[in-house]
Nanobody
Framework: QVILEESGGNAVQAGESLRLTCTASENIFNLDSMGWYRQPPGRGRELIAQITNDGRTIYADSVRGRFTVSGGATTDTVYLQMNNLKPEDTAVYYC??????????????????WGKGTQVTVSS
């Protein structure tokens, strides 16, 4: 089974930046799509950023202009650069891979592999 592992979560203050890293036990990011989901306290998981095997990126309105996803394709590492963090960004962030689609589900339906998650906490 392919294993995904996130790292880089931390507790920061509003306006600061973090970079999350996702590594895979094997190079599968060249297949279809890789995405970053987050789950705020008391809410379901939501797709916030994704990158396809040809480098196309899509962002949720809540993070567009502040977050950037990069990597994937021929590498086994994907990044999520998070700038100008806000308290509403507080959540557990998950790396995910879908081997069969190029546009990932907003809620994670059909995701083939999940990381264990990394906590991001943003204080005012």
């Amino acid at each position: 089974q392919v294993i995904l592992e996130e790292s880089g979560g931390n507790a920061v203050q509003a306006g600061e930046s973090l970079r999350l890293t996702c590594t895979a036990s094997e190079n599968i990011f060249n297949l279809d799509s890789m995405g970053w989901y987050r789950q705020p306290p008391g809410r379901g998981r939501e797709l916030i950023a994704q990158i396809t095997n040809d480098g196309r990126t899509i962002y949720a309105d809540s993070v567009r202009g502040r977050f950037t996803v990069s990597g994937g394709a021929t590498t086994d590492t994907v990044y999520l650069q998070m700038n100008n963090l806000k308290p509403e960004d507080t959540a557990v962030y998950y790396c995910a891979v879908d081997l069969t689609v190029t546009t990932m589900s907003p809620t994670g339906l059909g995701v083939d592999y999940w990381g264990k998650g990394t906590q991001v906490t943003v204080s005012s």
